[in-house]
T-cell receptor, first 114, second 109 residues
Framework: SQTIHQWPATLVQPVGSPLSLECTVE??????LYWYRQAAGRGLQLLFY??????ISSEVPQNLSASRPQDRQFILSSKKLLLSDSGFYLC?????????????FGPGTRLTVL | QQPVQSPQAVILREGEDAVINCSSS?????VHWYRQKHGEAPVFLMI?????EQKGHEKISASFNEKKQQSSLYLTASQLSYSGTYFC??????????FGPGTRLSVLP
């Protein structure tokens, strides 16, 4: 069966510090991968998605970036965090082929920027 | 373009029923429903792929009206465990999957 991992689970960082969040998927090959951000009490904002190694699409301009160095690894980064970067970061995956594919979420990383 | 969900929030007593609607301005070919409990990741509930399709799991069911470009989620005889935020996600022709803004459901004893 497929499993998706995210770490760390929680993170407190000062403004201006760098960020690296990691997501890995097990039990599947060539998944689509997604990074979402959710502000407190708000909806799911799609940040990035990837259909393959090295292929990243950005949905929202911001000071975040994403990379996919391996098939089942997705990394979210920032060089300098802003207060507005605080939120709940969720990684998700779905099967690459066809439509009607369900997205499955990892447990999330709760980021607080102070 | 994000689908519209209604209501934004609903408060129920245990045993009461609720309906959450999801509509789009675009022609849809799939609707997905998720529930997110406070502090947790969203969990997949069900997917509807065909117009007119209805699905159900225990006391939670959903319908998809392709012509009206909308879906409804039905919660029957609600339980405390149903509390959370419900998101629909839609796939439409020419647009990637997108989530709605969510409907916050609170079930009180």
């Amino acid at each position: 069966s497929q499993t998706i991992h995210q770490w760390p689970a929680t993170l407190v960082q000062p403004v201006g510090s760098p960020l690296s969040l990691e997501c890995t998927v097990e039990g599947t090959s060539n998944p689509n991968l997604y990074w979402y951000r959710q502000a407190a009490g708000r909806g799911l904002q799609l940040l990035f998605y990837s259909v393959g190694i090295g292929q990243i699409s950005s949905e929202v301009p911001q000071n975040l970036s994403a990379s996919r160095p391996q098939d089942r690894q997705f990394i979210l980064s920032s060089k300098k965090l802003l207060l507005s970067d605080s939120g709940f970061y969720l990684c998700a995956w779905d099967m690459a082929a066809g439509s009607g594919n369900t997205q499955y979420f990892g447990p999330g990383t709760r980021l607080t920027v102070l | 373009q994000q689908p519209v969900q209604s209501p934004q929030a609903v408060i129920l007593r245990e045993g009461e029923d609720a309906v959450i609607n999801c509509s789009s301005s675009k022609a849809l070919y799939s609707v997905h429903w998720y529930r997110q409990k406070h502090g947790e990741a969203p969990v997949f509930l069900m997917i509807l792929l065909k117009g007119g399709e209805q699905k159900g799991h225990e006391k939670i069911s959903a319908s998809f009206n392709e012509k009206k470009q909308q879906s409804s989620l039905y919660l029957t005889a609600s339980q405390l465990s149903y509390s959370g935020t419900y998101f629909c996600g839609t796939e439409s022709y020419g647009q990637n999957f997108v989530f709605g803004p969510g409907t916050r459901l609170s079930v009180l004893p």
